[in-house]
T-cell receptor
């Protein structure tokens, strides 16, 4: 079975604050992929990043950074110097080699950035 | 850019009606998916398709069926709509294997009265 847990339901910050979104996953597979998606109020899910199970390098893309730690089964996402446009629902998702690569999503974290 | 188009943003139907949700993609992707999104539950997979005329059940297929007669179009069918099918429905496509990201449409917010 696969499972993705996003324990934070909602996070509210003031603009320019940093915000970290937690994602913990469960899998017995040795080959798997982790994803983050952003869903702005318009509704469309936007792909942000993919990480495979063999690559534990952290990644930074502009104000976004991701911390993948296999030892704790976590794939956390940090937005630095948040902006109002970052307000959205963020989903972490897992696909496994042994499960036909179907995506399992966490419940999502709603981020509200106040001006 | 991949374009995934869902036929309606908002839809209101009555209990017992047969409802069709359409999804069209313009990038020749083999794989297409239907999800429903409910608060606190994230996205749950209803059905998916690896190729024309092929379909596989997802995690919550009960009460739904799908049709894929052409590669670019994947339809979700509610055979007899019920109020517990009120939800946001999202279509997605994927090129290649599961290590590739899925690309989503804007969603259809369906209300069953």
């Amino acid at each position: 079975a696969q499972k993705v847990t996003q324990a934070q339901t909602e996070i509210s910050v003031v603009e320019k604050e940093d915000v970290t979104l937690d994602c913990v996953y469960e899998t017995r597979d040795t080959t798997y992929y982790l994803f983050w998606y952003k869903q702005p109020p318009s509704g469309e899910l936007v792909f942000l990043i993919r990480r495979n199970s063999f690559d534990e390098q952290n990644e930074i893309s502009g104000r976004y950074s991701w911390n993948f730690q296999k030892s704790t089964s976590s794939f956390n996402f940090t937005i630095t110097a948040s902006q109002v446009v970052d307000s959205a629902v963020y989903f972490c998702a897992l696909s496994e080699n042994d499960n036909d690569y179907k995506l399992s999503f966490g419940a999502g974290t709603t981020v509200t950035v106040r001006a | 850019d991949v374009k995934v188009t869902q036929s309606s943003r908002y839809l209101v139907k009555r209990t017992g009606e047969k409802v069709f949700l359409e999804c069209v993609q313009d990038m020749d992707h083999e794989n297409m998916f239907w999800y429903r999104q409910d608060p606190g539950l994230g996205l749950r997979l209803i059905y998916f398709s690896y190729d024309v005329k092929m379909k596989e059940k997802g995690d919550i297929p009960e009460g739904y069926s799908v049709s894929r007669e052409k590669k670019e179009r994947f339809s979700l069918i509610l055979e007899s709509a019920s109020t517990n099918q009120t939800s946001m429905y999202l279509c997605a496509t994927r090129q290649g294997a599961g290590n590739q990201p899925q690309h989503f449409g804007d969603g259809t917010r369906l209300s069953i009265l």
